[in-house]
Each structure stands twice: as C-alpha cells, then as structure tokens.
C-alpha cells in the first residue's frame, strides 16, 4: 500500500475508533441538543435544477469506476473530474468517459492522483455540481463534508459514515449549505425490492409488523488483496471492529417499506450479539504463510452478527451480518404484515387466503412462474420505465443504474432524492450502534434522531411514475 495511503487510513481510522466509543457520541444526547444545526430540514429537500449535472469522481476502484462509466452514459452530464491514488486508476476511468461521450460530452475531464489531498485540489479547482465517493469506509464522512461545504451535492457509498459523530457532522453540513448528502443504496433499486414497496403501499399485506434484512456474503478471497484493493483495508476493519458493519444492502428496503424516519415510524432501539471470530483467523492460516501480517492479527469480529430492532411503533426488523461464513449469498429482505409476508432468496410470497391462481392458502409459497401474476398487478412503475434498459446497462442486474439515473434525473428536474441523508445516517447508525451493544454484552442502545422530531413531517417514498 502506498505510505501516503497507509498513513492517511491509519489516522483516520484511529479517530474514528477513539469517538465511536465515547458515550457522549454513542447515544449524541447532548451533541444533539447543543450543535445540531436545525434548521433547513432536508428530508423532503429539492435542490434547484441543473440542466447539467457535472459530475467529479473520488475513488475509482472496482466500485467507483462503474459509477463513472455508467453516468458518463447518462443524458445530461457531464464527468468533469476524477482523483483516485492511483494514476493508472484515475487515468484509465477518464478514458473510458471520454470515450463514452465520443469525445464531446466529457472531452475535459481532468485528473488528480498521487497524494492523499488530491481530492481537494480536485473539488476547490473544478467545483463539480456532485461528487461521487467510492473510498474506505474511514473516508466516506470526511471527504462528504468537504464536498459538500465545497458547493457540491455528496453521493457516498455504504456506510455512509463509521460513527455518530460523523454522521451528526454530515447532518449539520448538509442542512447548513443545503447540498444533498445522500448514501447510494443501490438495493433499494432491485426489481424485487421495488415490487415489495410498491405492496406495501397498496396494503397487500395489511399492517407491517416485522423486518428482516441481511448481508451475507462470504467475501474471505479478498483477504488476498494485500497491497492494493478492497481487501488491503477492509480487513483491518473484521480485526478491529465486532458488530454488524455492513447493515445497509438489506436494511434500506425494508426501512422504506416501513415508512421509517418518514412520517410513519422511526428507528428507537438496538440490541446485538456476534458469534465468536473464527473463520479469518482460519482463513488466514490456510492462505498464508505464518509470518504474514494477516496471521500477526486477530481477526476478532464476530463471524456473524445478528441485532434487533425496536421501533417507535414497537415493530421489529431483525439485521444480520456475515461476510466469513461459507454459505450462500442472502439479504432475506423479508416483510411480514397482518395479511402476509413477502421475502426474498428465492422471491417468494405467501397471503392469507392464497395466492391467487398459486396457492389456496397461507401455509405454502408462491414462487417461481406461480408470480407471473404478480408481477403484471404490482411491478413498480420506475422498474417498468427503466427496468429493461437497466439490465442492460449492468450493475448488480441494473440497480445501479438505476440508481444513478434517478440521481441525475433527480438532479436536473429540482425533485427530491429517493433517499434523504437522515435515512443514510439512521441505516448506517445500526455500525456502531451494535459494537456498542456488543460490548455491552447486548444492552439495548438508543438511536440518536438525526431529524430532531421532524421525521414526523417527512412525506414517504413516493411510488415514481
């Protein structure tokens, strides 16, 4: 890894991990009352409309450069700039652009790498109208901030932020310079995730009573990635941290169903437990040679992570988190209500009284052709404008893109985003949050109300025509 990279993480880390276990930060009672700045609420926040969205990039790894190639498709924008660490990285997503726009579009695209501050060049010399951040999870808040405070609207990968703390100073930036700070949970933008909100909405399965949502991913092979690459930092994060630290894929969806910090409900409790940490320090044994920096540490978090949720309402969503485990991929995105329940991996669907011409009652799922049916009824509007041409244009079977054109279009007709930057802060907030249940050996921790009671005014997700 670089030095100047390596330098740059440690520091930045070590002060994530001092804050995130201050009391004061972990339920930011008095943060909240005292530096919160409250006015400006973004939750139903449209910013004024861009004919054309310039668009600058930070991080253009396998993740950031995806987000680059696919926006630089999109009508209405322009890529204006990207900074990555790496020359070869920053260069070779440019060119793609460049090629993309056929030389018209993103002709000037100027590049910044080499040092960690080359990002901020970027942003004090291009002033892009957004930005889009696929780096280190320690990095998400700290380059957010100063994009947004630079004139910019933040897009930001999962998590959004590592701690309370940040994520209160994300709130507070983006109410103060009224720039969109919005995490990019792609997920939410699946076909299946889309067709549960849009029954949901429609009381298909009457009251909501009951979530769950998950990450597991068996993702050991990146530990290979030693030097340069996902793995090069993210494994410090398994030897570091023991909670869920990846909550946001599953939770996200089943937040909207519930309508959670939008009108309806909102997060109020957690409780968490992880199993032992087992399968890296395995991994690494098998993988690596005894003197190498993976075997000298103690991958210590959990292998799995499983916390509750309580909500104002007294409703329930159960996250999970395993990324070690060898078993198959799953978010089981499941929704229960007095009427039903939808769930995923495999799509299935089960309502009282049957499914109609699948199932006659309750106690067998409908899957597979038996939801042809179901899908002409219910299919969300968004996925049959843009389902098709998304597939096509790739990304987690077109949810990215998706995702992006929302964005852009969002943008450039002065709408609100389809995710605001409280949801990003409460569905990241379930992070530390649960480290710090878990050291608590379980202990219930209350969620900070990022909106300051004004969830309660904030309209739900509307079903996008």
């Known amino acids: 890894m670089n030095s100047n990279r390596r330098d740059f993480l440690r520091k930045s880390s070590m002060a994530g991990v001092g804050l995130a276990f201050l009391p004061n930060f972990l339920n930011a009672d008095s943060y909240e009352a005292s530096n919160a700045y409250k006015e400006n609420y973004m939750g139903d926040f449209a910013a004024p409309?861009?004919?054309?969205?310039?668009?600058?990039?930070?991080?253009?790894?396998?993740?950031?450069?995806?987000?680059?190639?696919?926006?630089?498709?999109?009508?209405?924008?322009?890529?204006?700039?990207?900074?990555?660490l790496y020359e070869d990285l920053a260069k070779k997503s440019a060119d793609k652009c460049k090629e993309i726009g056929a030389g018209q579009r993103h002709k000037d695209i100027k590049t910044y790498y080499g040092g960690p501050d080359e990002w901020k060049k970027m942003l004090n010399t291009v002033k892009p109208d957004m930005v889009v951040i696929a780096t280190p999870w320690s990095l998400h808040a700290p380059m957010a901030i100063t994009a947004m405070?630079?004139?910019?609207?933040?897009f930001v990968e999962v998590p959004i932020a590592?701690?309370?703390?940040?994520?209160?100073?994300?709130?507070?930036?983006?109410?103060?310079?009224?720039?969109?700070?919005?995490?990019m949970e792609n997920v939410n933008y699946g076909r299946e995730e889309l067709l549960y909100l849009n029954m949901c909405r429609q009381g298909v399965i009457g009251e909501l009573l009951h979530g769950e949502a998950a990450y597991?991913?068996?993702?050991?092979?990146?530990?290979?990635?030693?030097?340069?690459?996902?793995?090069?930092?993210r494994s410090y994060e398994y030897a570091n941290r023991d909670g869920n630290l990846y909550p946001t894929h599953g939770l996200g969806p089943v937040a909207q169903y519930m309508n959670l910090a939008r009108g309806e409900d909102n997060f109020e409790r957690i409780n968490s437990f992880s199993s032992p940490g087992r399968g890296r320090n395995i991994y690494a044994k098998k993988n690596f040679d005894k003197d190498h920096k993976w075997n000298q540490m103690d991958f210590k978090g959990g292998d799995i992570n499983t916390s509750i949720i309580k909500t104002t309402l007294g409703r329930t969503v159960m996250v999970q988190w395993d990324e070690t485990s060898p078993r198959p991929y799953s978010r089981h995105n499941l929704i229960q209500g007095t009427n039903g329940t939808l769930t995923g991996f495999p799509t299935r669907i089960a309502l009282e009284g049957g499914v109609e011409g699948a199932t006659k009652n309750h106690h067998s799922w409908a899957q597979g052709e038996a939801l042809e049916a179901i899908y002409e009824k219910y299919e969300h509007p968004l996925y049959k404008r843009l389902g098709e041409v998304s597939k096509k244009m790739g990304g987690h079977g077109g949810m990215d893109f998706m995702m992006l054109y929302r964005i852009v279009e969002c943008l450039r007709k002065g709408q609100p985003l389809d995710q605001n930057v409280y949801e990003g802060c409460f569905w990241s907030?379930?992070?530390?949050l649960s480290e710090a249940s878990v050291k608590a050996h379980g202990d219930s921790q209350k969620f900070p109300d990022f909106t300051r009671g004004a969830w309660r005014t904030t309209k739900p997700l509307d079903i996008i025509k």
């Open 49 to 84: 409309k861009l004919d054309t969205v310039r668009c600058a990039f930070i991080g253009v790894g396998a993740r950031g450069s995806g987000h680059a190639r696919q926006i630089a498709t999109i009508e209405g924008t322009e890529v204006v700039a990207i900074s990555d």
């Open 149 to 154: 405070e630079a004139g910019a609207h933040a």
């Open 162 to 183: 590592v701690t309370i703390k940040e994520m209160w100073d994300i709130v507070k930036t983006s109410e103060k310079t009224q720039k969109h700070c919005m995490m």
């Open 216 to 233: 597991i991913h068996e993702l050991r092979g990146q530990m290979h990635q030693v030097e340069r690459g996902t793995g090069s930092w």
């Open 429 to 432: 907030a379930v992070g530390p």
